[in-house]
């Protein structure tokens, strides 16, 4: 069997349901990766289960009401991190790479009622 350039384009299609998870997995690794020493605390289970929720979150998005949507969805939760880590949190007295001094952080961030 023989392998053309149809078929190869075939294979790796950028308009396929594969590529919006990839894409999103992606995304959400590399924000992981910049701003892991910010969210270092917390369970694996739920760092995993936000990957898993984030990924069928897009491609649900990409089914359900388009690319468009879902690429949209990818850019705009991007941006909210960008901004979370570079502007929100520098003007209330926090590193957005490190997350010093981590008792402000930590106090910004943590949601009162959490066990």
Same mark, same amino acid.
């Given at each position: @069997?023989?392998?053309?350039? !149809?078929?190869? @384009?075939? &294979?790796? #299609?950028?308009? #396929?349901? $594969?590529?919006?998870?990839?894409?999103?997995?992606?995304?959400? %690794? /590399?924000? #992981?990766?910049? *701003?892991? %020493? +910010?969210?270092?605390?917390?369970?694996?289970?739920? &760092?995993?289960? %936000?990957? +898993?929720?984030? +990924?069928?979150?897009? /491609?649900?998005?990409?089914?359900? =009401?388009?690319?468009? $949507?879902?690429?949209?969805?990818?850019? =705009?939760?991007?941006?909210?991190?960008?901004?979370?880590?570079?502007? $929100?949190?520098?003007?209330?007295? +926090?590193?957005?790479?490190? %997350? !010093?001094?981590?008792?402000? *952080?930590? #106090?910004?961030?943590?949601?009162?009622?959490?066990?």
């Amino acid at each position: @069997m023989s392998v053309t350039a !149809e078929t190869l @384009m075939q &294979r790796f #299609s950028l308009d #396929s349901l $594969w590529f919006d998870a990839t894409l999103a997995a992606l995304l959400h %690794g /590399v924000n #992981s990766t910049l *701003f892991a %020493g +910010v969210h270092r605390d917390g369970p694996a289970l739920r &760092r995993l289960a %936000g990957l +898993v929720g984030f +990924v069928a979150l897009t /491609v649900a998005l990409s089914v359900l =009401a388009g690319r468009g $949507w879902a690429l949209g969805f990818l850019a =705009a939760s991007t941006a909210f991190v960008f901004y979370f880590h570079a502007v $929100w949190l520098p003007n209330h007295g +926090v590193n957005g790479w490190t %997350g !010093e001094p981590r008792d402000r *952080f930590l #106090s910004l961030t943590r949601r009162k009622n959490r066990a």
